[in-house]
């Protein structure tokens, strides 16, 4: 192994092994590969197609689902059901969608990701919503229009994926 360039490297702490001076020189050169998205601590497992056939499928009775507790005025299993499947699975396909598609495309997962960021919030209203009408301060009207507002974020979610990547 040559000597590091004594220059491209800060000094080290104390008690610094040769690793952590290599790694220091190495990560100062930048990658080969050069993939700004590679430190990201989202990694998504499935392809964008794959994330899309997941909403696809889970959509339907997710939504019927939240729909059908609302009505029902069964606010707190409401709650609950945000965070089991088949919604959970819907909302953890839309969260990981962006990060499969900026790998692939980086302008288009950029806004994939703003469109991730409104379903997360109107999610987070309904949640909200779902608690105040279980402690009489909304009504189903109030959390149907949320469960509304929330597919219709997915929609858009799913609408900024560009066509080549559909199916």
Do not use: H
């Not at 703003?114 to 779902?130: E, G, N, S, V």
């Amino acid at each position: 192994v040559g000597a590091l360039p004594s220059a491209a490297v800060e000094p080290l702490a104390a008690g610094a092994t040769a690793d952590d001076a290599a790694f220091a020189a190495a990560s100062s050169e930048g990658s080969p590969i050069d993939d700004p998205w590679e430190g990201s601590y989202v990694k998504p497992a499935l392809t964008v197609s794959q994330y899309l056939k997941m909403i696809e499928m889970q959509r339907g009775p997710a939504f019927e689902e939240l729909r059908t507790m609302a009505d029902e005025r069964k606010f707190s299993r409401l709650g609950n059901a945000l965070v089991i499947a088949p919604f959970d699975d819907v909302r953890q396909a839309a969260f990981f969608l962006p990060w499969a598609l900026v790998k692939e495309d980086e302008q288009s997962g950029v806004a994939v990701q703003r469109a991730w960021l409104d379903f997360k919030q109107r999610w987070m209203d309904l949640d909200a919503t779902a608690i105040d009408a279980a402690r009489y301060l909304a009504d189903e009207d109030d959390v149907l229009r949320c469960v509304n507002g929330l597919d219709g974020a997915l929609d858009r979610l799913v609408a900024a994926i560009p066509a080549s990547y559909s199916r």
